[in-house]
């Protein structure tokens, strides 16, 4: 497969060189780092692979941008010469925030070692988490300059969390657990940042085909798509807002959310204003409402009346297009050979996610509205949250696919490109050839 961005046996013997150190490549620093991202066709998740353990094996993991932290089984075929367990009261255990000290009596094994801190890695697909040994061992990826992979790098002592076999329930066979990009000291980008001295930066991209890769950079641009497109000259910018009340399955009172707000204001479909109950727009004191982003749920999910109001308006806007009869999870389909093509997908009305100001917005257009459900047939690919879910608008993959979005944690800010089909370009145009 032409997105693999490099070949295992390559590694390793790449690797060899680095363990036994040579100046050269000791002393190498990179810009940033890359990591792939493709799309399972049958559970619509984003998967990304790290290279972990001793012997170095790849590990492929379900992306999810909220997550706390790397979470991996540990209890099948963990084989490692360089695990540690994080033991209590340790700086690690510190950094981690973990507040609790585990005991374990089948051990020593990875995953089960006395005197450990833990914490609780969450499948987020099902909203399940356990407890697990936070533990350290070496991880590899690729460096990059922003156009192509570099010379592979090590992080010796990452940092992660132990999850179990049963965790793994949901995600699709073959991934190991989850890693986790939210706002934490321990999430992939911090541990990135604070080992290669990166600017607080990463950015997903996000393709919408399973058969080529998207993209994640880490440390900060240049973010070169082919041919010779450098999509962090040309980014839209929105505070990020922080939910003070955590939004995991399971936390500690007083932890606020590891998840990415944004303050969506008001929403509009083919520049009309839907009326709506703003009140479910902003965070509430328990942390309820407000609108996210996120790599897990694979389509857009709204708040009952904020749901009706939009599909209503869209359907009116799209009224001259005969409907046909709706497939689950969606409610608005029509008949697509009634609809045109644009360079940005089908020609449906534009919806505004309308952020700080009037003339701030997300557009979402028809490749990253609508969903090619069957042969003739398109939905509104967006679905019911219910009267009172958590959150009051998540917006989830297909909305996020072609789009390249940044996470400036320094200066909180997102940073989002709109669709890259307007540049002729895709997520899957980073050019993942390794130089011979
Ligand atoms: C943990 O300590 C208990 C009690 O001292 C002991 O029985 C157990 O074998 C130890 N477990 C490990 C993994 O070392
Ligand atoms: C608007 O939403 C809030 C928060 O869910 C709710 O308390 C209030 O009753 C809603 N107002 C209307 C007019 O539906
Ligand atoms: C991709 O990068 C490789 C070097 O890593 C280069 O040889 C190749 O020409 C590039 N492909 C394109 C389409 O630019």
């Known amino acids: ?93 510190s950094l981690a925030g973990s507040k609790i000290c585990i005991s374990c009596f089948t051990g020593p094994l990875p995953g089960c070692n006395n005197n450990t801190c833990g914490l609780s890695p969450d499948n987020t697909v099902t909203r399940t988490s356990t407890d697990g040994e936070v533990a350290r061992d070496v991880v590899v990826v690729r460096s990059t300059d922003g156009s192509i992979p570099g010379p592979v790098v090590s992080v010796p002592k990452f940092l992660f969390t132990c999850g179990a076999t049963f965790l ?93 707000f944004i303050g969506v204001k008001s929403i509009k479909v083919n520049g009309k204003q839907v009326p709506l109950n703003a009140s479910l727009l902003s965070i509430g004191k328990e942390g309820n409402g407000g609108t996210k982003i996120s790599t897990v749920n694979p389509y857009t999910v709204m708040q009952t009346s904020i749901y009706k109001a939009v599909v209503g308006a869209f359907v009116k806007e799209l009224s001259q297009v005969r409907r046909v009869a709706p497939v689950k999870p969606f409610r608005a389909c029509f008949d697509s050979n009634s609809i045109g093509s644009t360079r940005v997908g089908p020609g449906v009305p534009q919806i505004d996610l309308v952020l700080q100001s009037s003339s701030v917005y997300w557009r979402i257009f028809g490749a990253n509205s609508m969903v090619q459900v069957k042969e003739g047939v398109l939905c509104l690919g967006f679905v019911d949250g219910g009267l009172s879910p958590t959150t009051s608008i998540v917006i989830g993959g297909h909305q996020l696919e072609d789009n390249l979005l940044q996470f400036d944690l320094a200066t ?13 370009t895709t997520c899957s145009n980073f050019n993942f050839t390794t130089k011979a």
Not at 26 to 43: E, N
Not at 44 to 62: A, D, E, G, S, W
Not at 224 to 251: E, F, R
Request: with cysteine; proline share 7%; glycine share 8%.
């Open 168 to 260: 793994l329930q949901g995600l699709p066979s073959g991934v190991q657990g989850m890693a986790g990009l939210g706002r934490t000291r321990i999430s992939l980008h911090s541990q990135f940042s604070a080992s290669f001295s990166f600017d607080r930066k990463f950015a997903i991209c996000l393709s919408s085909s399973s058969t080529s890769s998207g993209v994640a950079f880490f440390g900060g641009g240049p973010y070169m798509m082919l041919p010779g497109i450098d999509v962090s000259k040309s980014l839209i910018y929105t505070p990020l807002i922080i939910n003070p009340v955590s939004t995991a399955s399971s936390y500690f009172a007083g932890e606020p959310s590891t998840e990415y």
């Open 412 to 424: 909180s800010r997102l940073g989002f490109s709109s669709s890259l089909l307007f540049r002729q």
């Open 1 to 93: 497969m032409a997105s693999i961005p490099f070949h295992f046996l390559v590694l390793c013997s790449i690797i060899l060189s680095i363990t036994f150190p040579i100046p050269s490549q000791a002393s190498f620093r990179p810009k940033a780092v890359v990591l792939p991202v493709t799309k399972d066709s049958s559970t619509l998740q984003y998967l990304t692979t790290l290279y972990q353990r001793t012997p170095l094996v790849p590990v492929k993991l379900t992306l999810d941008l909220g997550g706390k932290f790397l979470w991996v089984d540990c209890n099948r075929g963990y084989s490692s010469s360089s695990y540690s367990p994080a033991r209590c009261r340790s700086t690690q255990c």
